[in-house]
Each structure stands twice: as C-alpha cells, then as structure tokens.
T-cell receptor, first 116, second 118 residues
Framework: DQQVKQNSPSLSVQEGRISILNCDYTNSMFDYFLWYKKYPAEGPTFLISISSIKDKNEDGRFTVFLNKSAKHLSLHIVPSQPGDSAVYFCAASVLNSGGSNYKLTFGKGTLLTVNP | GAVVSQHPSWVICKSGTSVKIECRSLDFQATTMFWYRQFPKQSLMLMATSNEGSKATYEQGVEKDKFLINHASLTLSTLTVTSAHPEDSSFYIC??????????????FGPGTRLLVL
C-alpha cells in the first residue's frame, strides 16, 4: 500500500515555463513533507520542505504548496531551466513509534525534462 | 555543508560473499542514519534506521541477519550484506540527520552504492 503517490512518472516542459509536480498522500499522520531531486546513480538532494501547519513555502524558484484537506502537495518550479531536468521525489515523514526518529516515506518519483 | 559520503560507489561480488558499505557524515554529527535501497524506476525503500550506539531498527520484511548495520560513531554507519545473492543487487543509499538541526526531519543523502551480485 503506497502511502505517498506521484501519479505522473514523467513531465516535459519548455524552458522558462512553470513546472508543476504533484504528490498525494494517504496517511493523515504525516506532519512534514519534503521534495528531493535526484540524478541517475546519485543520492537525492534536498530541495524544499513544508510543515503540516503551513500551506506554502517558497525558496527562490521553488515553491511547495500543501492542501491538507485534499492530502495533496505540489512543487512549482518557475522559471524552469534545463538544469532542473531530474527525477523529483516527494517524501513525507511521521514520528515513528519510538518517538525519536522521523523516517521518510517516498513516492516513486517524477522525471522532469526541461527542453531548451 | 551537510555532506554525506558512501564507499564504495560500485561493488561487484560473487554470490555467497559479504559486502560492507560505509556511510559517513563529513561535516556534521549524525545521531541517526537511515539505509535505503532502490530498484530501477521504484521509490527509495527504507530498510533500517540506525542510531549511534544502539541496535538498528529494521523495517518489516528486512532480514536483520542478512543486512547487518553498525553505527559505531556519530559520523559512521556501515551496512554489511551477508551471503549476498543476485536478488540483493540494487542501489543502496544512506542518509544522515544532522543532530544540530532544529528541523530534524531533513535528511542528507549519500551518493549511493551500486551492488551487483553475480
């Protein structure tokens, strides 16, 4: 049972336009959400995060929106650049049963291709 | 800052041998490290959570006797795949959580280790 879903395996946009990557989750206990960017054969790189008490967080070209009632979040990249081409993973965390660790549950990722 | 390294980056071994993968936080102390594996076109699957000085917590379905984890210091965790078989071939990634961060949910990932078992 996949608790974090990225339903679009790929997305292609033109340079300069907006990229919108979507993510849905099912576990209402998730309290922190993150976006990671990953190149082939490399580890994910943290991009941006948002706490469940907020509905928007912005960092430069990247903005994450959270809709708790819909259990949906999205990552907006504007303007998109060719260097943004990578796989983007949505991740969510919940305090585990031990009470001291936050473990991440990842979606399957969306391959973003930004065309020059 | 927040650099995590893994060694080796690639390993090819014969079936039945054991392989050790190291994960180091280079510029911060990590009380907690996580080990993931990723199959092609799949998400990262958490295998275990490693706390410095204590036993690792394994996710359901992960054999603790096959995937031995040691977190001996605040900057080093190791994953040993014992008696490796071809089905263990995968991309193994570690991450570390900076103990100094207030927002402790942010994990920094290593570059990953590609394991191929022949």
């Amino acid at each position: 049972d996949q608790q974090v879903k990225q339903n679009s395996p790929s997305l292609s946009v033109q340079e300069g336009r907006i990229s919108i990557l979507n993510c849905d989750y099912t576990n209402s206990m998730f309290d922190y959400f993150l976006w990671y960017k990953k190149y082939p054969a490399e580890g994910p790189t943290f991009l941006i995060s948002i706490s469940s008490i907020k509905d928007k967080n912005e960092d430069g070209r990247f903005t994450v929106f959270l809709n708790k009632s819909a259990k949906h979040l999205s990552l907006h990249i504007v303007p998109s650049q060719p260097g943004d081409s990578a796989v983007y993973f949505c991740a969510a965390s919940v305090l585990n049963s031990g009470g001291s660790n936050y473990k991440l549950t990842f979606g399957k990722g969306t391959l973003l291709t930004v065309n020059p | 800052g927040a650099v995590v390294s893994q060694h080796p980056s690639w390993v090819i071994c014969k079936s039945g041998t054991s392989v050790k993968i190291e994960c180091r936080s280079l510029d911060f102390q990590a009380t907690t490290m996580f080990w993931y594996r990723q199959f092609p076109k799949q998400s990262l699957m958490l295998m275990a959570t490693s706390n410095e000085g204590s036993k690792a917590t394994y996710e359901q379905g992960v054999e603790k006797d096959k995937f031995l984890i040691n977190h001996a210091s605040l900057t080093l965790s190791t994953l040993t795949v014992t008696s490796a078989h071809p089905e263990d071939s995968s991309f193994y990634i570690c991450s570390a959580r900076d103990r100094g961060l207030r927002l402790q949910e942010t994990q920094y990932f290593g570059p990953g280790t590609r394991l191929l078992v022949l």
